[in-house]
Every structure is written in structure tokens, then in C-alpha cells.
Antibody, heavy 121, light 110 residues
Framework: QVTLKESGPVLVKPTETLTLTCTVS??????????VSWIRQPPGKALEWLAHIFSNDEKSYSTSLKSRLTISKDTSKSQVVLTMTNMDPVDTATYYC?????????????WGQGTLVTVSS | SYVLTQPPSVSVAPGQTARITCGGNNIGSKSVHWYQQKPGQAPVLVVY???DRPSGIPERFSGSNSGNTATLTISRVEAGDEADYYCQVWDSSSDHFKVVFGGGTKLTVL
């Protein structure tokens, strides 16, 4: 049974750094056909992809947020961590982690429940 | 950067067919995936690789992709299909791979 679960602070102050952890089970982060992305969704708005990490540790970032994001993984702990620096109220959103699996393309077949992060002083 | 364009809203009566489009430059050359998101819930994959369905997704959900438009078709629409729908591709045209989501379409069942 595949599960992903996000954890981290629910409230951060402007200019602070956000650290979110995605703990996965039911698959290995070393599986070559799998990877994990972070995706966010501001209240009432669309999904926005943030970052992805592949099994070989290759990383990819949203062009617009690249300077603020770092994604990493600890395969032994089955965790993927996202840090986002210099948080602003516009970063208030539900943050999801999702598993990408390769068939003919990479699709997100399992998602975490999401965690709402509010940025406010 | 690659852009996916979806209509903000689509309305359909129960039992009819809903078609949600996703436009992108030469999108027919890419694998398109579709997600359904109901209020307060995480997205759920309903179609992957243009036209394949994950297990557990009704056959009423189908997809196609050609030229500059991909389409999610929902046949015999039910009230429970009311949700936001997002298309998604991986874009490798620039440096590295990037994930791109469409802006989402709200499906209203009249």
C-alpha cells in the first residue's frame, strides 16, 4: 500500500525558511521508475509544481522559484525534504508531495493529503 | 516555458458528455495526464499517457491527444463527477525536465 504524508509547520513568518518533509511507504525512493515531486495550491487557485527528485538524485525545479527551493531525499528514511527560503504571504498554500511513476511518461499516481502552510506575522 | 491552457469552466447536464480541453504547442507529441480534484481533497489521477485509465477509474473517463489539443471526455456524467480537472505534462524542451499543469477546469453538473 503506497502512502505519502507531508509534515511541517502550519504557520511561518515572512522571511523565514519553510522545511517540509514527505514520508513515503509502500515503495522505495531508489526505484528507477519512480520519483517524488512537491506541488502546491494556494486557496482557490490552481496546482503549481515546485520541484522533483529522481531515484538517481537528479533534481528539477520550477524556473520561477528555483532560487528559493532545495529538494533532497534520504532513501534510508523514506523521506523527501523541501526547503523554501524567504517565505512571503503569497506562499500561503496547501503543499502536496506526490509520487511520479514512469510508464510512457511520468504521471503522479499517488498524492499525500496535503498540508496547509500559512505565512503571516 | 511551456503553457497549458484549459477553459475555466464547463457545464453539462447529468447523463450527457463533458469534454474538457487542454491546449499546448504540439501537445500531441507529449504524454498528457489528467487529475480530478474535489473540494478539500488531493488530486486523483483519472487518465494517464493520453488515454489510459488507472485501475478503479470508470470507463466513462477517456482521453485523446493530437496536434495542439488534448481532451478529457467524461461520458454519462454523474453528479459525483463535479470537480476541478487539471491536465499535466512533463516539458523537456528547456534545460532539465519541468512539470507543467494547466490552469484547471471546473466541471459543473447542472
Amino acid at each position: 500500500q503506497v502512502t505519502l504524508k507531508e509534515s511541517g509547520p502550519v504557520l511561518v513568518k515572512p522571511t523565514e525558511t519553510l522545511t517540509l518533509t514527505c514520508t513515503v511507504s509502500g515503495f522505495s525512493l531508489s526505484n528507477a521508475r519512480m520519483g517524488v515531486s512537491w506541488i502546491r495550491q494556494p486557496p482557490g487557485k490552481a496546482l503549481e509544481w515546485l520541484a522533483h527528485i529522481f531515484s538517481n538524485d537528479e533534481k528539477s525545479y520550477s524556473t520561477s522559484l528555483k532560487s528559493r527551493l532545495t529538494i533532497s531525499k534520504d532513501t534510508s528514511k523514506s523521506q523527501v525534504v523541501l526547503t523554501m527560503t524567504n517565505m512571503d504571504p503569497v506562499d500561503t498554500a496547501t503543499y502536496y508531495c506526490a509520487r511520479a511513476v514512469y510508464s510512457s511518461g511520468w504521471e503522479f499516481d499517488y498524492w499525500g493529503q496535503g498540508t496547509l502552510v500559512t505565512v503571516s506575522s | 516555458s511551456y503553457v497549458l491552457t484549459q477553459p475555466p469552466s464547463v457545464s453539462v447536464a447529468p447523463g450527457q458528455t463533458a469534454r474538457i480541453t487542454c491546449g499546448g504547442n504540439n501537445i500531441g507529441s507529449k504524454s498528457v495526464h489528467w487529475y480530478q480534484q474535489k473540494p478539500g481533497q488531493a488530486p486523483v489521477l483519472v487518465v494517464y499517457d493520453d488515454s489510459d485509465r488507472p485501475s478503479g477509474i470508470p470507463e466513462r473517463f477517456s482521453g485523446s491527444n493530437s496536434g495542439n489539443t488534448a481532451t478529457l471526455t467524461i461520458s454519462r456524467v454523474e453528479a459525483g463527477d463535479e470537480a476541478d480537472y487539471y491536465c499535466q505534462v512533463w516539458d523537456s524542451s528547456s534545460d532539465h525536465f519541468k512539470v507543467v499543469f494547466g490552469g484547471g477546469t471546473k466541471l459543473t453538473v447542472l
